[in-house]
Each structure stands twice: as C-alpha cells, then as structure tokens.
C-alpha cells in the first residue's frame, strides 16, 4: 500500500455528463499527478499540480481539469464525458518537484456509456 | 503519446525461469522507471535508474539502461507465479516536465 487513496473505486456516467474524481495524496506529498489509462495501453499524463498550482499539462483537452487543495489532496474533473473517455483514472504523489518515484492510488475505473 | 514501445507484449514462463523484459524510448532522459501493475489496478514502483548508470539490481530485479540505443531491459530472476502482473517502463525526461511517459507495457504470465 502506497498511502494514496483515490474514490470512488468504480463509476459509470453517460456521455455528456462531468464527473469529479478524487485523490488523498501520502502523507507529506506535496506533489499530486494524474494519469489516464485506457484498456491495454500504459498511462498517459493528464496534469500535476504543486502546491495548489498547476504546473505541467499533457495532451488533454480543458474539458480536463482539475485542483489541489491546501491539504494537498486533489480533484480531476472531466466535462461533457465521451465514449473514449472511459478508462482507469490514476493519481500519483511525490514530495517536491524532483525527478523520484510517484507513489501510485488504486485508481478509479470510469465507464461512460 | 507513448514515449516507446515494450517487447514482447506478452511474455508466458514457467516458475523458475527467467522473465526478461525491453524497453526503448525516443528522447534523452534523467531518469527511467520501471512499475508493476497487478489486475488493472495502481502501479507500484520498483526500481529507478539515472541516466548516469548502466545497471542496477534490486533482490531479484536487474535493470541495465543503455542511452545510446535509448534502451532498457528488467530482468526477474527467479521467477514465482505472485510475479503475474503487467510491467511498465517510465522515462522522466532531461528537460521540461517531469511526469512520467510511460511504455505500453508487458503482460507476463508465470504458470506454476
């Protein structure tokens, strides 16, 4: 167990709806990351935030976005929801900005129908 | 995007055997990673080599990283059925952003 909580476990939206995602960072991270991992393929970066600031994007639309609050704890939330959205949302902390190991949540397993 | 490509996909040994394990990448990098995830569910990081280094081991895990030809490979020595999971390499790149980029993986299976 990596300390990192991510809820809800499973969730399925229909296309056109948002959703809200959310992520307890380990104690001590100040560092919070998400990925999108599609069926069979690896994550790929969606943003990171560092101390409440957004601090790096991938290749994701605004529709993607997302906070960090003062706890450091963090949410993604994704608007008008489509089909290949569907996928397993992964957040992942560290402490700083460095270049170290991420420490991986479950994941939330979103399905939009 | 992906950063590289894995080899094989899949991989299916016997318990006890060796399971090896590629990786390439297409830009210069600090750092690469490699994780395990079991089930679809989070991944667990396992070992990290720099740039700087050639090979790495951890218990039963040996990475060698060669820049050169932007590879890498993870060896499991040893191997046991609990190590049934799909294994992914990150790179963290030398410049810019310092997210992983991930590989797509490999599936391994060890039958006992």
């Known amino acids: 167990e990596t300390g990192v909580t991510q809820s809800p476990t499973h969730l399925i939206k229909t296309r056109g709806q948002q959703v809200t995602l959310r992520c307890s960072s380990q104690?001590?991270?100040?560092?919070v990351s998400w990925y999108q991992q599609a069926l069979g393929q690896g994550p790929q970066f969606i943003f990171q935030?560092?101390?409440?600031?957004?601090?790096g994007r991938g290749n994701f639309p605004p529709r993607f976005s997302g906070l960090q609050f003062p706890n450091y704890s963090s949410e993604l939330n994704v608007n008008a929801l489509e089909l290949d959205d569907s996928a397993l949302y992964l957040c992942?902390?560290?402490?700083?900005?460095?270049?170290?190991?991420?420490?991986f949540g479950p994941g939330t397993r979103l399905t939009v129908t | 995007s992906q950063q590289g490509e894995e080899d094989p996909q899949a991989l299916s040994i016997q318990e006890g055997e060796n399971a090896t394990m590629n990786c390439s990448y297409k830009?210069?990098?600090?750092?690469l990673q490699w994780y395990r995830q079991n089930s679809g569910r989070g991944l667990v990081h396992l070992i990290l080599?720099?740039?700087?280094?050639r090979e790495k081991h951890s218990g039963r895990l040996r990475v060698t990283l060669d820049t050169s030809k932007k590879s890498s490979s993870l060896l499991i020595t040893a191997s046991r059925a609990a190590d049934t999971a799909s294994y992914f390499c990150?790179?963290?790149?030398?410049?810019?952003?310092?997210?992983?980029?991930f590989g797509s993986g490999t599936r391994l299976q060890v039958q006992p």
């Open positions: 992942a902390s560290r402490s700083g900005q460095g270049l170290s190991e991420q420490y």
């Open positions: 104690s001590g991270h100040n560092t």
């Open positions: 935030y560092y101390r409440e600031e957004e601090n």
């Open positions: 830009t210069s990098i600090n750092n």
């Open positions: 080599i720099r740039s700087n280094e």
């Open positions: 990150a790179t963290v790149m030398d410049t810019g952003r310092r997210a992983l980029t």
